[in-house]
């Protein structure tokens, strides 16, 4: 007999199984159920019975006949319980959302925020306040915190919450967990149906924006590209590799460092202490001083990466020459970065993230011609198993929304889990 630790172990996954089933569905008989995750009906219907008692499960009525018997009841993922707490802490601003198990947003605040070289702790307390007004707005609904994964534009030391690097915040070997860990447990005495410590992941914001291609995506006509490299942009640049579904982490977990690859080795100098880096060419700052711009975010708008790409691509389509040709620089640098990744790791995709993706008419068509010239195969079109390029359509809310369904993790792989620990593992993008 299998021993009570494996016993525990199976059933926590065929939960899950069942769980992700249904979410990617929308909705299913246990007898759909039963057919995608390879189970009998007899075995699959403690598991669906299990979640409906967790409230993770509702049933919506009959299902249409499929054969003999009586028709089953449509299942589907609670719009209640659980929901993924995404935070995003840009250069300019500063965003939170909440997502429910059925991918929708049930929340969402952005605000200016001036957090380049400010000190954490101010950044952290103003994110806090925002997070505090969602969790009540979502509690109103009958919702409440799972996980709470907030997206930097910097280094993240590998299954923790420290912030070692984030250059255009310029803050080194901050640890975000003394300020967010409680940042969503209510007062003790609170009537919310929630008392316990949520997990806390932080991580990069190129990584997050990955996750959400993979699993929210859907760039190019690709419902889930298992081996791509994600491009995200605000003030920097960072990329994500994904491989077999996986992220590539590298051995401290900081893989990705896309901005500070040297596109022209004598070029201009970056405050990395290195000349050429593609930052300099690509970055926010740079395509705006050559399109004739301040970097400073242009009046009116949302607050966020995308009102900047906004006005960029205004000019662009109102034919600026300086903006267009600011724009096609950048996409000659992109491209020149991203050869040596293409080649070496043989991608099925190049997708074009984050505040990116609005500028792709513009960025793409030099990008591509520099793939062209220095990779082994020719990206798609020009030959149809080339490497793809393409613009995600998340834009610049991209790690954001990863975020928040990083936060549903716990729930997604253990449903039946009753612990929360503090930090929540580094999550795997499968």
Do not use: K
Request: with cysteine; hydrophobic share 45%.
């Amino acid at each position: 007999m299998p021993s009570p630790d494996t016993q525990h172990a199976l059933r926590r996954r065929n939960l899950s199984r069942v769980l992700r089933a249904v979410a990617d569905a929308g909705t299913m008989s246990r007898a759909g159920v039963a057919a995608r995750i390879g189970l009998t009906r007899a075995g699959v219907a403690p598991l669906v019975d299990e979640l409906l008692r967790a409230g993770l499960l509702v049933e919506t009525g009959r299902a249409a006949p499929s054969g003999r018997g009586r028709p089953g009841s449509e299942l589907t993922v609670s719009d209640s319980g659980p929901a993924g707490i995404g935070a995003e802490i840009g250069v300019d601003h500063l965003a939170v959302c909440a997502m429910d198990l059925r991918g929708t947003v049930r929340a969402r605040v952005a605000t200016d925020s001036a957090n380049r070289h400010s000190e954490p702790g101010p950044v952290l307390r103003r994110l806090s306040a925002l997070l505090a007004g969602v969790t009540a707005e979502i509690a109103a609904e009958g919702l409440r915190p799972a996980g709470l994964t907030v997206a930097v534009p910097g280094l993240v030391a590998r299954g923790s919450a420290t912030v070692v690097h984030a250059p255009n915040l310029g803050w080194r070997s901050a640890d975000l967990a003394p300020e967010l860990a409680d940042a969503l447990t209510p007062a003790p005495n609170a009537a919310a149906a929630y008392n316990a410590r949520v997990p806390l992941t932080v991580d990069n914001e190129a990584n997050l924006g990955a996750l959400a291609e993979l699993r929210l995506g859907g760039a190019g006509g690709l419902a889930a590209p298992a081996d791509f490299v994600h491009v995200s942009a605000e003030a920097g640049i960072g990329a994500a590799i994904v491989v077999d579904g996986q992220l590539l982490r590298g051995a401290r977990g900081f893989a990705g460092e896309l901005g500070h690859v040297p596109v022209y080795p004598d070029g201009r100098p970056c405050a990395c202490g290195g000349r050429g880096c593609l930052e300099q060419y690509a970055g926010e700052a740079a395509v705006l001083r050559a399109g004739g711009l301040t970097p400073e975010r242009a009046a009116g708008g949302q607050p966020g990466p995308g009102e900047r790409t906004a006005l960029l691509a205004r000019r662009a389509a109102d034919g600026d020459a300086a903006t267009i040709g600011a724009l096609r620089e950048a996409g000659t640098a992109l491209g020149i970065a991203l050869a040596g990744a293409v080649n070496l790791l043989d991608p099925r995709a190049v997708i074009l993230g984050g505040a990116l993706a609005g500028l792709a008419p513009w960025v793409l068509p030099s990008l591509e011609r520099e793939l062209a010239l220095r990779t082994a195969v020719a990206p798609a079109p020009a030959r149809p198993d080339g490497c793809l390029v393409a613009a995600s359509r998340l834009g610049a809310d991209g790690p954001l929304l990863g975020a928040a369904y990083a936060a549903l993790r716990t729930v997604l792989e253990d449903p039946g889990s009753t612990g929360t620990p503090t930090h929540s593992p580094q999550y795997r993008t499968g």
